[in-house]
């Protein structure tokens, strides 16, 4: 299991997460909704030890993550992959090389991958391109692959459908669902998408000024009573 | 903050030579690498030291023509195309070309968050982009430095016997005369200092950029001036020491 405990954090003096508390179990998907601002991709880096918290614990199947021991973070980052809003994509490499990249091997099941791409509807040759000839939507699923590729306990994802059209925002949200089935791993995703959370969510935790204010189940969200909660509902908060 | 900056350039050095010695180095990735900024690099570096023997060349026959003493040429220009122009006018080519590419490319990778992702995937950036870029720069910088040492030679030689009428022969003759062995291994230093700071300083500010495209286009300029001022001082400073040590007949 995936524990954040009391997680605090101020930037420029300002607080950004304020004693977080949230947990995710393996074969779970949890969806943190808020507003832009609010800290969402703040919470992402914290957890992965890119940005240090100022108090609180990360806790993975029950042991603590340092987060100034360097090999120990290293260790953590392979059971806990983040996946960026961007693809991030190495752009010297082939789709090929990035995949690769990570596993640091050949693949030992090269049927393995071209079922991936199958189910991805993308075409084998897409491996020996770079990654600028592709569209965003194609990096986008090639920066979540090469993440699964490497069978994390849990896969953290940062916006995955920010500007994907709808049919890849399906196709992204598909593609998470299989993965998590597939590995068994839990996943903590982070995003405005609203309808994705109440489609594809275990559990829906909902952010504010650093704060969680819900905690429940999708239908618990569209019962809730707190404004943003039925703002979100409503689809009617800003982007 | 000069200080600082320098001290946070030195662990960075330092870290890079711990991670080096305890986990090795992606040998893909240098071979490519090399291939990237030393094997491209080749025909431009060979031009530019071709041009540096034969302006230092014209212009010392310029100075000397006067006095009768133009069978000094080869052993004058060659000595000085060694010692002391010829490396650091090819260091500051190398500087602006290998130097800025590979802090632009790591900046690059460092705004779009590729080098997050890189730790993200249980992988340490700095040992399996940043080491191989930094080698490769280095190595490259160094071999170029010699090609184009030696193609500056080459160069005086042409421009002296097709330029100025003296014959390639005459020209060679009286080199060892004004090049004592101490010059060349002077010029083999050069190289190696020049070429290890060309590749530390610009991955070191390549992957300390942060922001946008701005950043990129400043970290890239610091690349630059930091380098080529570096590189003055460190020629005064080994031309100091080896007058110091040998004393300055010999250099």
Redesign the interface.
Known sequence: MLELKAISKRLGGLPILQEVHLSVSPDEIVFVLGRSGVGKSVLLKTIVGLIPQDQGKVFLNGQPMDCFDESALTNFRRKVSLVFQMPALLDSLTVEENLLFALRKPFPEREELQNWLSELQLDVKCLDRMPQELSLGVQKKISVLRSVLLKPQFLLFDEPTTGLDPVGTRMMNDLIVKSVRKTHSGCLIVSHDVQSALEIAHKIILLDQGRVVFEGKPFELKQCQLLLAQAFVQGIVSQ | MFFQNVGQWAHFVRLCFHLLVSHGISGREFK?QLLRVGIQSIPLTCAAGFFVGAILAIQIDSQIRDFGAQSYLGGISVSTTLRNLGPVLIAFFLAGRVGAFTSA?LGT?SI???L?????????PIR??VIPRLLAVAVSSIVLLLMGLLMSVFGGISIASIGLKVNPLQFVHRVPEFLAVSSMVLALIKSIIFGLMIGSVSCFIGVHISGGAEEVGGGVRRTAVVLVVGIIILDFMISWMGSQFVGLSQW
């Open positions: 490519k490319e990778m779009t968050d590729q997050n992702a890189i730790r993200c995937l249980g992988l340490n399996e982009i």
